[in-house]
């Protein structure tokens, strides 16, 4: 498993822009891909957006044109822009990673999770 940490998130009005950061270790081998989860208060946990290792992507409907992820490898850091936010995507958010290159958008296929990040949007 890999320890994941989170950075980004906080407080902002609707229609702004956040954040979010999720570094691996700097020794973390091959290939694996990160996903971003997101948990509102009584929901369930959702799928946001994935990245493989060569940059494929993969977005939820309800942030398609307004969330943008990448990664530098190099740095092993996964990131993820929010922007136009919205008071629905209040929510803990989590990165998560799984080896090897496949995008998927179920939390079970990942091993990996990182602490969490609470991003709260205000109407």
């Known amino acids: 498993q890999l320890e994941l940490v989170e950075s980004g998130g906080g407080l902002v009005q609707a229609g702004g822009s956040l954040g979010l950061s999720c570094a691996a270790p700097?020794?973390?081998?091959?290939?694996?891909?990160i996903g971003w989860f997101r948990q509102a208060p009584g929901k369930r946990r959702e799928f946001v957006s994935a990245?493989?290792?060569?940059?494929?992507?993969d977005y939820a409907e309800s942030v398609k044109g307004r969330f943008t992820i990448s990664r530098n490898n190099a740095k092993n850091t996964v990131y993820l822009q929010m922007n136009n936010l919205k008071a629905e995507d209040t929510a803990v958010y989590y990165c998560?990673?799984?080896?090897?290159?496949?995008?998927?958008?179920?939390?079970?296929?990942?091993?990996?999770w990182g602490q969490g990040t609470q991003v709260t949007v205000s109407s």
């Open positions: 990245i493989t290792w060569g940059g494929y992507t």
């Open positions: 998560a990673a799984r080896p090897g290159i496949g995008l998927r958008r179920a939390s079970d296929d990942y091993t990996s």
């Open positions: 700097e020794d973390t081998p091959g290939a694996y891909v």
